[in-house]
C-alpha cells in the first residue's frame, strides 16, 4: 500500500501541477503577509505582533479549509477546482474554525507553555513539559487526517472528526509514522522550491491520497468482519485505483495527449 501511495501522490500531484502552483502562491502571499506584520508590530508591541499571527493563522485555517475540497477533487481524479475552493471554505468553516484551535493551541504549546514550565527546573515542571511535548507530538501526527476525514465522512462534526483521527493514528501507527517522515520531506521540498511544490496543497493532496487508502481498509473490514486485519489483500483493494492511476512513463508525463 505505501509504494502505491507514494506512486500516486505523485501523479496526483504532477496532474494537477498548475493547479497546486497557483494555490500555493496564495499560500505564500499569505506567509509574507504574516512575516511581514510580525516584525513590524513586533518592533511595537510584542503582544500586537501575536494577535496578528493568530488572525494570519485563522486566515490559514480558512482558507485550508478551502483547499481542502479542492485536493479531494484531485485525489478523485476530477478538475474542479476554483468552484470546489469557494463551496468548500463556506462549507467547511466550522472544521476550519477547530482547525484555527487546534494549531493555535500548537503554537502557544511550543512558544509559550513548554518554555514555562522548562524554566521551573522542577520535577513537576519536567513532568508537564513531557506531558506537553507528547500532546503536541500526538496532534501533530493527527491533525494530518482532519481535513481527509472531513472530505470522506462529511456528516461528522468537527470534534467527532477529530476522535477519529486519534482513532486512525492508533490502529495505523506504523504508516503514521512513515506519513510524519514523507510530509518531513514533503517540508523539506517546499522550503527548496520556495513553496511552490509541493507546498501547502501538495502536502494536503497526500494526506487525502493516504486517508483515502486506509479508508479502503476500514471498507473492508467493515464488510469482512472475520478478516485478518494484518494480512488485507492489497491487490484487489487497491485495483481501480491503479488502473485509474495507470502505467506511465517519462514520455507520458511530459507530453500527456501522445
Keep these: 500500500m505505501i509504494g502505491f501511495f507514494i506512486k500516486k501522490a505523485f ?18 502571499v499569505l506567509l509574507g503577509v504574516g512575516l511581514w506584520g510580525f516584525s513590524t508590530f513586533g518592533t511595537v508591541n510584542i503582544a500586537l505582533a501575536y494577535v496578528f499571527l493568530a488572525v494570519v493563522l485563522l486566515v ?9 475540497a479542492v485536493v479531494f477533487n484531485y485525489s478523485n481524479y476530477q478538475r474542479d477546482s476554483w468552484n470546489a475552493f469557494r463551496t468548500g471554505i463556506k462549507r467547511n468553516i466550522r472544521h476550519s474554525l477547530l482547525f ?16 514555562f514550565y522548562i524554566s521551573m527546573g522542577s520535577i513537576i515542571g519536567l513532568i508537564v513539559a513531557v506531558v506537553l511535548i507528547w500532546l503536541e507530538i500526538i496532534a501533530l501526527l493527527a491533525i494530518a487526517y482532519y481535513f481527509p476525514l472531513m472530505n470522506l465522512l462529511p456528516g461528522d462534526r468537527p470534534l467527532k472528526s477529530v476522535k477519529k483521527c486519534l482513532i486512525i493514528v492508533g490502529d495505523n501507527l506504523g504508516f503514521t509514522l512513515f506519513f510524519a517522515v514523507y510530509r518531513a520531506i514533503v517540508f523539506a521540498l517546499s522550503v527548496f522550491t520556495m513553496g511552490l511544490i509541493p507546498g501547502v496543497t501538495g502536502a494536503q493532496l497526500a494526506a487525502q491520497d493516504s486517508m483515502k487508502l486506509l479508508m479502503m481498509k476500514y471498507d473492508y473490514l467493515e464488510e ?28 507520458n508525463m511530459i507530453f500527456p495527449w501522445k
Design 224 to 251: 469482512n468482519k472475520d478478516a485478518d486485519r494484518k494480512h488485507l489483500p492489497w491487490a484487489d483493494l487497491l485495483y481501480d485505483e491503479k488502473e485509474k492511476v495507470g502505467p506511465r512513463s517519462l514520455k
Design 60 to 68: 490559514y485555517s480558512v482558507l485550508s479549509g478551502g483547499t481542502a
Design 11 to 28: 501523479f496526483d500531484g504532477w496532474d494537477n501541477l498548475i493547479g497546486l502552483v497557483l494555490f500555493n502562491l496564495i499560500y505564500i
Design 100 to 115: 484555527f484551535g487546534l494549531n493555535f493551541f500548537l503554537f502557544i504549546n511550543v512558544l509559550l507553555l513548554l518554555p
